[in-house]
């Protein structure tokens, strides 16, 4: 079972950068392929970006692309993404999942994740 806790959302005008963290309970963070997801007004929810277990290989949407990075810190339990550039179409929840299965051929399976984080960017 790993729980998990986001934080560092907020409001910034376009252009403007946040980091979000998700904090990981459990013994096993570094088995699990983690990743982050979004859900803008009326839309449904998409992937963002992905990171393997050791951190070596990170997977992006193409709109993440350039602006956002995802990291982890196996030794913290934590897992980021920074956001640069932010546009005014990045206003979503911001959800940390995690997954037993690696990334693969476009497809990210989260079997647990956060309550999720609020980012607006206004114009």
């Known amino acids: 079972q790993v729980q998990l806790v986001e934080s560092g959302g907020g409001s910034v005008q376009a252009g403007g950068s946040l980091r979000l963290s998700c904090a990981a309970s459990g013994r096993t963070f570094s088995s699990y392929t983690m990743g982050w997801l979004r859900r803008a007004p009326g839309k449904e929810r998409e992937f963002v970006a992905a990171i393997s277990w050791s951190g070596d290989t990170t997977y992006y949407a193409d709109s993440a692309k350039g602006r956002f990075t995802i990291s982890r810190d196996n030794a913290k339990n934590t897992v980021y993404l920074r956001m640069n550039n932010l546009k005014p179409e990045d206003t979503a929840v911001y959800y940390c999942?995690?997954?037993?299965?690696?990334?693969?051929?476009?497809?990210?399976?989260?079997?647990?994740w956060g309550q999720g984080t609020q980012v607006t960017v206004s114009s």
């Open positions: 999942a995690a997954s037993i299965l690696e990334y693969y051929a476009g497809s990210y399976v989260p079997d647990y």
